[in-house]
Antibody
Framework: QVQLVQSGAEVKKPGASVKVSCKAS????????IHWMRQAPGQRLEWMGW????????IYAQKFQGRVTMTRDTSISTVYMELSRLRSDDTAVYYC???????????WGQGTLVTVSS | ESVLTQTPGTLSLSPGERATLSCRAS???????LAWYQQKPGQAPRLLIY???TRATGIPDRFSGSGSGTDFTLTISRLEPEDFAVYYC??????????FGQGTKLEIK
């Protein structure tokens, strides 16, 4: 079936970087954009950016520009989201989701908890 | 950037009742770009409605969406026990802005 499977939980210190993976299966990997969102405790979902798995092109939310990098490896149908210079307020569940460049997200990964703590 | 405000924050109803959830945008939203999601504890969001009124694949017909401009509604005609969850609206605005509401928690009365 169509699914996105993310890597496991991470604990990082302030100032470090984290890299989360999202492996796609059950559909043509290059046919859909992959978006990344995050959800901090008690907060609304926040969109971070997208990657076009076909071209590798990316768009990042202004808030994260300079700190986030999204890449893909088409040989293993996997996209990655790396967030650098972590702060305590980056503690959140990070989700990847499939969707067009404009619109909604129809398939979601299970989420990856990233905890930033000294 | 358009802000989405959902009301009520919490809705307490019984199984079998009708639920009406509201989502208001600070700027007009193209009807093609308003979606609704359901999220249960410890799970990822699940797409229910896209294009303001089109049910996603596999979504029961007791879920319906309506609205245009700045006011949108998600209606659950007869609540089933599995419908008690948090619901979010989401909009896409050009260029490349995607925002979510703060959510409505639907709880069992």
């Amino acid at each position: 079936q169509v699914q996105l499977v993310q890597s496991g939980a991470e604990v990082k210190k302030p100032g470090a970087s984290v890299k989360v993976s999202c492996k796609a299966s059950g559909y043509t990997f290059t046919a859909y954009y992959i978006h990344w969102m995050r959800q901090a405790p008690g907060q609304r979902l926040e969109w971070m950016g997208w990657i076009n798995p076909n071209s590798g092109g990316t768009i990042y939310a202004q808030k994260f520009q300079g700190r986030v990098t999204m890449t893909r490896d088409t040989s293993i149908s996997t996209v990655y989201m790396e967030l650098s210079r972590l702060r305590s307020d980056d503690t959140a569940v990070y989700y990847c989701a499939r969707g067009p460049a404009s619109g909604d997200f129809d398939i979601w990964g299970q989420g990856t908890l990233v905890t930033v703590s000294s | 950037e358009s802000v989405l405000t959902q009301t009520p924050g919490t809705l307490s109803l019984s199984p079998g009742e009708r639920a009406t959830l509201s989502c208001r945008a600070s700027q007009s939203v193209s009807g093609s770009y308003l979606a609704w999601y359901q999220q249960k504890p410890g799970q990822a969001p699940r797409l229910l409605i896209y294009g303001a009124s089109t049910r996603a694949t596999g979504i029961p017909d007791r879920f319906s969406g309506s609205g245009s401009g700045t006011d949108f509604t998600l209606t659950i005609s007869r609540l089933e026990p599995e419908d008690f969850a948090v619901y979010y609206c989401q909009q896409y605005g050009r260029p490349y802005t995607y925002t979510f509401g703060q959510g409505t928690k639907l709880e069992i009365k």
